[in-house]
Every structure is written in C-alpha cells, then in structure tokens.
C-alpha cells in the first residue's frame, strides 16, 4: 500500500495542475434548440478508417516487410527451380506459377494480415476504444476492406513487376483482359479480407492467431494451383480446393496473364469465368453473413 | 436537447455471469446509483465488487440481467450512436494505434462526432501540443493517458466514464490529472470515475460510492460517509509523560473533561489528537476489512 494516510478533517490541498494550457475548451455549448449537428455519414466514417488502416500498416515496418518480401522471395525462388511447360500447351509452368503466387499473395494481403490485424485490435484495445464512440460500425469492416485492398494491390503489382521482368509473365494485352483482372482482383480481395474479418473471432490470444490464419492460407496455396498444376493433383485435393477461393483466384488471374492456349490445362479446359465470379461471390457473402453474427467487439464475458 | 436533472439512475441491477456450465455468480446483486448532472461520483471497492461490470453495462457494452438502467435519459441496453456521441469514455489503459501521431489520431476520432472539439485546442488542453506529432508508441505513461482523455473529451460529452484513469501514473502526473478532470466538472460534465485509489477518490469526488460483492453499501460525499464525521474519534493524549488514548462518541466532552483533568500549568493537554476515522478506515469497514491489524488488505480475499 503506498496511498498516502489521509486526515478526516481536511481533504488533502492541491497545487493548481502544473499544465502548460489554458483552460479545457468549454464542454457543452450553447446550441440553439433544434439545431443539433447531424452525424458524420458512414461513408465519411469509411473512408478515413480506411485512410488510417493504410496509414498504421505502411507505418509497422516488421509485418510491412513480412507481408511484402515473403511471396516476392517465394516467386524468384521458386521462379528459378521449376522448369519446363505445362502438358502439351507449351506455356512455361513458370507464367503458371507467377500468376499462382500473385493470388497467394493477394490472399496472404488479406485473410492472413485482416485477421491478424483484427485481433491485434483486439488485444491492444482498439476494438473497445471504437465500440465507445459513435463510429458506425459497419465503418470499422470498410475500413479493414479498404485497406486490404491497398496492401493487396501494392502486393499485386510488386509481385506483377517481378514477374513479368523476370518469369515472362506478361500484362493484359486487351482490354476484356483488364476487365477480368479488376473484377477478379477486388471479388478475391474484398472475399478474403472478409473471411479473415469473420474468423478474428475465433482466436483467443493475438499469439495463436497468426498460426490460425497461416494454416488455412499454406494448406490452400499448396492445393490451390499455386506450387503445382491444379489438374496434376489428386481428384480428391482438387475438390476441397474447390471449395475455397483461392483455387478460383488463381484461376481467374491465370486467365488475365497466360495465354490462350493454357486454358485447356484447366481442369473444365476452360477458364470457367462465371464459376470464379460465383465461388467468390458466395465467399464475399457468406463472410458477409458470419462477420455480422459473430464479430466481438468485447472480451467473452 | 432535454435538460436532466439526473445523469445515470439504476435501480436493482443485476448481473450473473456462469463462469462454468452449472455454476452462476452474480456479479451485481441489486445494484442502486443515482449520478445527478454535473457531480462527480467515484465508485470505489475491491477487485471483483463489480466496478468495471456497473461501467460496462452503463456504457452499453454488456448486457444486464435485471434492473432498470438509465443513462442521460436512456437506456443503454437501447444505445444508438446519437447517445454514443454524447458520452465520453476513458478506458483502463489501452496501447491502440501505436504507429499514428497525436495529432493524427486526435483528428481521426474527431470524424465520428457531429460537434467535436477542436483538436489542436484540445491537444493544447490536456498539454500535448509538444508530442502532436509524436507517436502514440513513444509517448510516456503520462502522456499516453493524456491522450486517453483527450480522446474521451472529444465529442464535448456530457458523460465522462473514467475507468481507473491514474493507474499507473506518478503522483505529480496523476495531480496534473485531476487538475484536468476538476476543471471539466467546474465546466458543468458530470464525471463517473473507478478508481482504486482512495486519495482520488477523496481529491476528486463529490460523492463516493463503495461497492462490495455486486451493490453499493454506502454512498455520500467523502468527508461525511458513512458516518465518518460523526462516527467514533481516538482522542490521544499524554497523562503523566504516559500516552493514552480513547476511542468515543463524544470526543468534545472527554477533551473538556481532560483539561479539567490532565492540563499542563499553560492550560494546554500535552499531546492531544482528536482522530476521526479515515476515508480508508471507513472504507476498509465497508468492504468487511477490518482496518488498523497485523496483516494488510490484500490477504483478505
């Protein structure tokens, strides 16, 4: 105990603040009835979260280079040891392989990085700061969607730069091609942030959710068409692929940087445009749904 | 905007939380707390009273049980981001966005109200204009809860929760705080404050509030609570070189008594104390600590 003993007959005298201020603005002013300002709009509100995600994660160096220099080490790595082309097309497996790594990283951007970041709010007290004021709340999950989309385009566009100046990767040449990639990009993008957003939840400690969110991703990037050839793996591997989005989101960016004639190394032969606008489609909804029911901003109680 | 005379009313509330399947704790038992505009009232008990649990449902972020609750005119459980707007919120220390300047993160919140402080003027006001491009990582533990509160002020609330503001803090910082916090009631916010310290409590509060396993047991200002001013005193004094004393009801009669008695030649009583019991003596009462024996606070549970 160290508080100091206190006398009942006087309470204790205290210097004035020794503040280098001036008064605290007053409080409450005096508004005229009826005129009270309104709230500021949600997209307002999204906006700047949106501006101070991409602010605070270009500012956090360590997961900042983490995020960035992982799937580019992975690419030139890689890019070098696997040779050849793919079954009787005569696309080199490693165009294959570049555009896989591409949408690996699109979803390392996202699901692994808004998941983590998410429960990094929590642990830190983000989340209850928020909650006390009156930001709308959908505003905290458009800002996380805005700036996974940030950091994904930057990983893209890195990871498009090192490709196409060193694996033969090469940018759409049309301009249904850059179509396909922006829908492709931001259906993927926003889906994966999402489902990183629904499962922050899950994780109790900040610790275990950087592996919780890891497992999903490698698992998938192995599975997914991004190390292998989708159709050389086991029939079984590639209906749980399936399932999730990144098989659809390597497909898609296959079909914006490979040529044509890749297609017929698809499993369908083709590169099946409406099913990936479909499959990523549910996943943005479904993770839509989850993040309402189960997003806590508090502790269990 | 209606005038109420009343900031909080909460009448038999209830809390249990079921820590395991089978087993149920109330952690607020019929809980009753009136908080008139413009006081300020510091809730006071040891750990596990239910301080923090009474904040939580006050300001919305837990559910209760039972009991009414109603805070600036409504009812918590109902908050929609208008009543938000009005309450300011300090909570026990946070470390969020670490990587963002003052200044920056002042501004940032300022977006979410409809009629927020300026936030250079209010940076000045709590003495920060030195750190405002500082970020919040590298500020010190003063200054970092100095920013907490600007926070808190934000919006202009009429409401200020403050949950244990001072932990933490050195004492010329925390005099520095209350100089703050005085000068926001002076100003017309009523403040609702938990805290610990018994001293704050005393320095700050209009009116303290002593909670003890889930409901208030005594309530009134510190000088007078319960019965403290009027309660028993130890009258001390020195009789024939040999120090006495007496614990009373009416210390002013035994004093008359010894200076008939036990004067010196110059008529005084050498060594007289008149001691009513301390706002901790009381307070150690209240909680069913007995105060003044072997063996400190902590080891009772």
Not at chain 1, 118 to 133: F, N, S
Not at chain 1, 287 to 293: A, F, P, Q, S
Not at chain 2, 80 to 109: C, K, M, N, Y
Not at chain 2, 159 to 175: H, M, N
Request: charged share 15%; proline share 8%.
């Amino acid at each position: 105990m160290t508080a100091a003993s206190s006398t009942p007959s006087s309470p204790p005298a205290l210097p004035a603040p020794a503040l280098p201020a001036p008064a605290l603005p007053a409080p409450v002013r005096p508004s005229p009835a009826g005129l009270t300002p309104a709230l500021p709009s949600l997209l307002r509100t999204s906006v700047s979260r949106g501006r101070l995600e991409i602010t605070s994660f270009f500012r956090d160096r360590e997961s900042l280079i983490f995020t960035f220099s992982l799937p580019v080490i992975l690419l030139v790595v890689f890019g070098e040891v696997f040779h050849g082309t793919i079954g009787s097309t005569g696309v080199a497996f490693r165009q294959y392989f570049a555009a896989g790594i591409i949408a690996s990283g699109i979803m390392s951007a996202t699901f692994v990085n808004v998941g983590a970041s998410v429960a990094a709010d929590r642990a830190d007290g983000t989340l209850t700061r928020l909650a006390g004021t009156p930001m709308p709340p959908a505003a905290y999950f458009a800002g996380k969607a805005i700036g996974a989309l940030a950091v994904a385009a930057a990983e893209a566009g890195l990871l498009l730069a090192v490709g196409a100046a060193a694996f033969g990767l090469r940018l759409p040449g049309t301009a249904s091609r850059w179509l396909t990639l922006a829908w492709v990009f931001i259906l993927g993008t926003a889906a994966c942030a999402v489902l990183g957003l629904a499962l922050s939840s899950l994780p109790r400690s900040p610790r275990g959710s950087s592996a919780m969110f890891n497992l999903p991703y490698l698992v998938l990037s192995f599975i997914s068409g991004v190390y292998f050839v989708f159709r050389d793996l086991p029939p079984v591997l590639q209906h749980v692929a399936a399932l999730f989005p990144l098989k659809w989101l390597c497909q898609g960016l296959r079909s914006v940087f490979l040529p044509a004639a890749a297609a017929v190394a698809e499993p369908a032969r083709s590169w099946e445009l409406g099913e990936i606008a479909l499959v990523l489609g549910a996943w943005l909804a479904a993770g839509l749904v989850l993040c309402m029911t189960t997003f806590r901003w508090l502790d269990r109680e | 905007m209606t005038a109420t005379r009343t900031a909080v009313r909460v009448r038999g509330l209830r809390k249990i939380y079921r820590p395991a399947r089978y087993r149920e704790v109330a952690a607020l038992n019929g809980l009753d707390l009136d908080i008139g505009t413009g006081e300020i009232v510091a809730l006071l008990g040891p750990n596990g009273a239910g301080k923090t649990t009474t904040v939580q449902i006050l300001t919305g972020f837990r559910r209760r049980d039972a009991g009414e609750v109603t805070v600036l005119g409504t009812d918590p459980a109902a908050a929609d981001r208008a009543w938000r707007a009005r309450l300011g919120i300090v909570p026990q220390q946070a470390s969020d966005f670490g990587e963002l300047t003052v200044g920056e993160v002042v501004r940032h919140l300022a977006g979410y109200y409809p009629d927020p402080h300026d936030s250079a003027e209010l940076i000045d006001a709590v003495g920060l204009t030195g750190q405002a491009s500082t970020r919040l990582r590298r500020l010190s533990g003063g200054q970092r809860r100095r920013v907490d509160l600007a926070l808190g002020l934000l919006g202009r609330p009429e409401l200020l929760v403050l949950d244990e503001p001072t932990t933490g803090l050195d004492p010329a910082v925390r005099r520095q705080f209350w100089g703050l916090i005085r000068q926001l009631a002076a100003a017309g916010t009523t403040v609702l404050l938990s805290t610990h310290y018994l001293d704050e409590a005393e320095a700050l509060a209009s009116r303290v509030a002593v909670m003890a396993a889930g409901r208030i047991v005594a309530a009134g200002p510190p000088a007078t609570l319960a019965g403290r001013d009027t309660g028993t005193a130890i009258v001390s004094w020195q009789e024939g070189g040999v120090p006495r004393s007496e614990r009373t009801p009416a210390p002013a009669r035994l004093v008359a008594a010894l200076a008939a008695r036990a004067a010196a030649p110059d008529g005084e009583i050498p060594g007289l104390t008149v001691t009513r019991p301390s706002l901790e003596d009381t307070y150690l009462r209240l909680i069913g600590v007995t105060p003044h024996r072997p063996g400190t606070p902590e080891d009772t549970p």
